[in-house]
């Protein structure tokens, strides 16, 4: 049964430490997305990549965040210093792009104190 | 900008009543999927719609695509308490550019079936 994966499920931490969180997409899926769910904004778009390649930012705070592809397993999203309007529920999801369905992992809570 | 507007936002039902979740935007979407989240996990995907005027049944679940493929609709027959969480609705744009694969997801209703 395959999953998308992230780690870690729960993050708590202070303002202004660094954040990494991880995301193993589905084997052969060709999208990864990442997303920030908040009760006020819903769901957000941050990154979005196809083959690997960053296509979309847009959505993503570019002095403090990053998103990265180092190989086709691993997706990371990084928050660089962090600071308490941080704290959400950040999803991973794979796809294929030629069907648009996207597959979320379980999240991971992130809280910044 | 494609939007996808959701209502009602809050559904709140006694447990054997019908409900009907609207999905509407001003753009054409290719396709239109529904998912459904439950508290402290990721969006399910429910159903995909491609063709205008697509009716598709998932046991008490009636998803309809408009005929423009603008607009969607959500009907549960007899809920359930099972049928508690959060839907989202999302739509596709057509194929090509650097938004070919991403969705435009609506804010979500959420339902609360009472027993």
């Known amino acids: 049964d395959a999953r998308v994966t992230q780690t870690p499920r729960h993050k708590v931490t202070e303002m202004g430490q660094e954040v990494t969180m991880r995301c193993q997409p589905i084997?052969?899926?060709?999208?990864v997305f990442w997303y920030r769910q908040t009760m006020m904004q819903g769901l957000e778009l941050l990154a979005y990549f196809r083959n690997r390649a960053p296509l979309d930012d847009s959505g993503m705070p570019k002095d403090r965040f990053s998103a990265e592809m180092p190989d086709a397993t691993l997706a990371t999203l990084k928050i660089q210093p962090s600071e308490p309007r941080d704290s959400a529920v950040y999803f991973c999801?794979?796809?294929?792009?030629?069907?648009?369905?996207?597959?979320f992992g379980p999240g991971t809570r992130l809280t910044v104190l | 900008t494609q939007l996808l507007e959701q209502s009602p936002q809050f559904l709140s039902i006694q447990e054997g009543e019908n409900l009907t979740v609207y999905c509407n935007s001003s753009?054409?979407?290719?396709?239109l999927q529904w998912y459904r989240q439950e508290p402290g996990e990721g969006p399910v995907l429910l159903v995909t719609?491609?063709?205008?005027?697509e009716v598709k049944k998932l046991k008490r679940l009636t998803f309809q695509f408009g005929d423009a493929r603008k607009d969607s609709s959500l009907h549960i027959t007899a809920a359930q308490t099972g049928d508690t969480g959060l839907y989202l609705c999302a739509g596709a744009p057509d194929a090509g550019g650097t938004s070919y694969g991403k969705l435009t997801f609506g804010q979500g209703t959420i339902l609360t079936v009472h027993p």
């Open positions: 753009s054409v979407f290719s396709s």
């Open positions: 084997l052969g899926h060709n999208t």
């Open positions: 999801a794979s796809g294929l792009v030629e069907k648009s369905e996207q597959f």
């Open positions: 719609v491609v063709t205008g005027g």
